[in-house]
């Protein structure tokens, strides 16, 4: 069990206002590599560790690979900064 994928994904602080179909606020982290059926909650659980996240957008998988990507939300630059 556990987050295997926790570890081998790319994240990248991005400070500044959330896309459209975004509806976060405050600081955003790009995270890659993940799974096709990687959920909001999961994300959400795993990544609320590093301080509170305020949304979490998972993008549609990709259709070559599957594999899917997303924004997590914190209000907290430090929390961010933490989860990488």
């Not at 994904?9 to 955003?28: F, L, S, Y």
């Not at 959920?39 to 599957?66: A, W």
Request: glycine residues 12%; aromatic residues 8%.
């Amino acid at each position: 069990g556990g987050h295997h994928w926790a570890g081998s994904c790319v994240a990248t602080p991005r400070v500044g206002g959330a896309m459209a179909e975004d509806q976060g606020t405050g600081h955003k982290l790009f995270v890659g590599c993940l799974p096709e059926d990687t959920t909001n909650e999961e994300l959400k659980l795993v990544f609320n560790t590093y301080g509170e996240v305020n949304h979490v957008h998972v993008m549609s998988p990709h259709s070559r690979t599957g594999q899917r990507c997303a924004f997590i939300f914190y209000d907290s630059l430090e929390a961010a900064e933490d989860a990488i």
